[in-house]
């Protein structure tokens, strides 16, 4: 059963602050790791997690760098796509050991899972709070579909294509993905497609496409669809998404999301 793991908006700032003045990044990273590490023998062949991009707040070495020591105890390799609060430069930088950290250019990359892909886009445009895909995402997106055949894939970036129905969001979603959707579209197996930036837990389909939006670790984005709104935070539990393949009883890619904390389990018959 191959898996992996989403994370996703983490917003580390520096040590001792807080994001947005009241959010406490930093300890909500640790509690997501101490969660994936306390269940990990429970949930079968865990190989990656995938950071989902926003791994900082400002996009500073500092910031990545205290991004990178609470990471370390995660019993898990991990790699990652930008998301607008990062800078390209820095994170390449803090990562350049990596094996998924290209040399330049748009941080892409490609893993294969066995029975399906999973490809990670950079949607980072400097400056901008939506997102952008370059034309190197397309290419890697078309190299791989060529010589995966019917083989399921999932595309994972940090702008969604998908709305939220939160205006304010998804004035910031992915804004140039059509050419992105009608590849996928026109791929003879199975598409996935994760994202975050929303901070919330969300799905819906676009054609053959299922899109996820995965919740953040730290605070939501809070929910309010009337037009014109400012975002607002909220201290709703945050998460981790686990992502499982199964062959039996028939293929398929099984999402759960997984609140981080300590929930102790109980017999059902007492």
């Known amino acids: 059963m191959p898996a992996f ?3 996703t908006d983490t ?3 520096a040590p001792g602050a807080l994001a947005c003045g009241r959010s406490d990044t930093a300890a909500a990273l640790t509690r997501a790791i101490e969660t994936i590490n306390a269940k990990l023998p ?3 062949d865990v190989s990656c997690a995938i950071v989902t991009g926003d791994l900082t707040d400002h996009g500073t070495p500092e910031e990545y760098a205290h991004f990178s020591a609470l990471m370390a105890p995660l019993e898990l390799p991990w790699l990652a796509v930008p998301g607008n609060h990062d800078r ?3 994170m390449r930088s803090a990562f350049a050991g990596s094996d998924w950290m290209p040399e330049r250019g748009p941080i892409h ?3 294969d899972f066995g029975p399906f892909s999973l490809i990670g886009l950079d949607t980072l445009l400097e400056g901008a709070h939506h997102g952008d895909l370059a034309k190197e995402g397309l290419a890697l997106v078309d190299e791989v579909l060529s010589r995966i055949g019917a083989q399921p894939v999932v595309i994972a970036t940090h702008h969604p294509w998908m ?3 939160i205006t304010s969001m998804d004035d910031d979603n992915l804004r140039n993905g059509a050419a992105l959707m009608a590849r996928l579209n026109a791929h003879p197996g199975p598409v996935r497609m994760i994202s975050g930036h929303v901070h919330r837990a969300m799905t819906t389909q676009i054609g053959r496409i299922t899109c996820q939006i995965a919740p953040a670790t730290g605070h939501a984005v809070d929910v309010d669809l009337r037009p014109g709104v400012d975002n607002r935070l909220t201290f709703e539990p945050g998460a981790v998404t686990l992502y499982t393949w199964l062959d039996a009883p028939l293929p398929c890619l099984v999402s759960d999301v997984i ?3 300590d929930y102790p389990s109980y017999p059902f018959q007492g």
């Open 5 to 7: 793991l989403q994370i």
């Open 109 to 111: 990359w490609h893993r």
């Open 88 to 90: 390209r430069a820095a």
């Open 11 to 13: 917003h580390i700032v």
């Open 42 to 44: 429970v949930l079968g």
């Open 259 to 261: 609140p981080t904390g």
């Open 163 to 165: 709305p939220s129905a």
